[in-house]
């Protein structure tokens, strides 16, 4: 069955930079489109960014356009997000996610916490 | 961008009764609409596609409708484990995709 795995998280000061990563199993990585969703605490869900399944294909979110980078390794099954100039309001469990329109399968979710 | 607005924002309902949600766009986006459950700690769980789709191994007792710029989430008779936040999701003309604010079942 389809399994995503999401780590890099943890607390970073803002104006700081994480990468998260996403390791895929159970499908064929490289068929498939993929995003990051983004939950802030006890708040609703927001989409980040998508990445066709070849990798030419990016979209963003304004919110993180120009500090957000989402990329992928289809050798490795692995979805990343570079996240650069960090801010408070970007605090939120981060999840990535399998499809393209609408998201078939979700990872457990990633926290990051921007604080000083 | 095209804004997704969910209501009631909170549902009280009994266990074995019907649940009815809602789910507004402000523009149309045809049949390009998905449905979320999320339980608490837990990840979304895609429910619905294409308006009215159940996704794999998604009970009888969820079902989807409508097109445009209205659509509804029905559960027939809710169990326990369907006590959750419900999400709509939009997939037409973008990006952005965007979500509702969510709607919150509980236990009445």
């Known amino acids: 069955q389809v399994q995503l795995v999401e780590s890099g998280g943890g607390v970073v000061q803002p104006g700081g930079s994480l990468r998260l990563s996403c390791a895929a199993s159970?499908?064929?990585?490289?068929?498939?489109?993929m995003h990051w969703v983004r939950q802030a605490p006890g708040k609703g869900l927001e989409w980040v960014a998508f990445?066709?399944?070849?990798?030419?294909?990016?979209y963003y979110t304004d919110f993180v356009k120009g500090r957000f980078t989402i990329s992928r390794d289809n050798s490795k099954n692995t979805l990343y997000l570079q996240m650069n100039s960090l801010r408070p309001e970007d605090t939120a469990v981060y999840y990535c996610?399998?499809?393209?329109?609408?998201?078939?399968?979700w990872g457990q979710g990633s926290l990051v916490t921007v604080s000083s | 961008e095209i804004v997704m607005t969910q209501s009631p924002a909170t549902l009280s309902v009994s266990p074995g009764e019907r649940a009815t949600l809602s789910c507004r766009a402000s523009?149309?986006?045809?049949?390009?609409l998905a449905w979320y459950q999320q339980r608490p700690g837990q990840a979304p769980r895609l429910l619905i596609y294409g308006a009215s789709t159940r996704a794999t191994d998604i009970p009888a007792r969820f079902s989807g409708s409508g097109s445009g710029t209205e659509f509804t989430l029905t559960i027939s008779s809710l169990q326990s484990e369907d006590f959750a936040v419900y999400y709509c999701q939009h997939f037409n003309n973008w990006p952005p995709l965007t979500f509702g604010g969510g709607t919150e079942v509980e236990i009445k």
């Open positions: 523009q149309s986006v045809g049949s390009n």
């Open positions: 996610a399998q499809g393209s329109g609408y998201c078939d399968s």
């Open positions: 159970g499908f064929t990585f490289s068929k498939y489109g």
């Open positions: 990445i066709r399944y070849d990798g030419i294909n990016k």
